[in-house]
């Protein structure tokens, strides 16, 4: 069981509330990233990150924007959130050092935007 | 266009039963090949992953095969068990980058029957 945690699980707002996703892992991990899955679908990187203060868009489009100001901590922020944002919302974390990469994923998040 | 497509999208099974899923990609230049677990609720967690120079990798009751020459995978699962069922996604690495992009497959929906 991967060290990374999301909050909260699960999320049921009403159009254009702000709201932030947390995002953290005690992996000391590099890189981390976020991504986005509506059911039955693919995987879409929506945001990444190498380390502090390193923040890039990823492949889909997102609304949404993140920062990275401690190692463990990558949030998720929607300003105004909007019933097309509903998704499940996947943060991973992932070592540089390691020679076979690979991505812990947390548990998601689960939003509903109404 | 960099693509990675499974097969069947779902599988019913009855517990006991072997089965073997599919996954086809047309990612080049190619890196690695993963296959994960998720579960209904979570995140994906990695079973297996497998370079260029690997035909075959087990992970105990899970094989994933790699012909890198046709690119194709396959994970076979033997004696399922109930708590197999959840989605198995394949995901492919390239080399094209710093980042290693991932190309994440929709899944196989496995459920495993009493």
């Known amino acids: 069981e991967a060290d990374i945690y999301q909050t909260p699980r699960y999320l049921v707002i009403g159009t254009g509330k702000k709201i932030t996703l947390e995002c953290s892992q005690t992996m000391g991990h590099d890189k981390m990233y976020w991504y986005q899955q509506d059911p039955g679908m693919e995987l879409h990187l929506i945001h990444y990150?190498?380390?502090?203060?390193?923040?890039e868009k990823g492949d889909l489009s997102s609304e949404s924007t993140v920062s990275r100001i401690r190692t463990e901590h990558f949030p998720l922020t929607l300003e105004s959130a909007r019933p097309s944002h509903t998704s499940q919302y996947l943060c991973?974390?992932?070592?540089?050092?390691?020679?076979?990469?690979?991505?812990?994923f947390g548990p998601g998040t689960r939003l509903l935007v109404l | 266009k960099n693509q990675v497509e499974q097969s069947p999208q779902s599988l019913i099974i009855l517990e006991g039963k072997n089965c073997t899923l599919q996954c086809n990609y047309t990612v080049s230049p190619f890196s690695n090949l993963r296959w994960y677990k998720q579960d209904t609720g979570r995140g994906p967690v990695s079973l297996t992953i497998?370079?260029?120079?690997?035909n075959t990798k087990s992970n105990g009751r899970y094989t994933a095969t790699l012909d890198a020459d046709t690119k194709q995978s396959s994970l076979h699962i033997t004696a399922s068990q109930l708590s197999d069922s959840a989605s198995y996604i394949c995901v492919v690495s390239d080399r094209g980058s710093t980042l290693g992009r991932l190309y994440f497959g929709r899944g196989t929906q496995l459920t495993v029957w009493p």
């Open positions: 497998m370079t260029f120079s690997e």
């Open positions: 991973a974390s992932s070592a540089k050092k390691e020679a076979q990469e690979t991505q812990y």
């Open positions: 990150s190498y380390g502090v203060n390193s923040t």
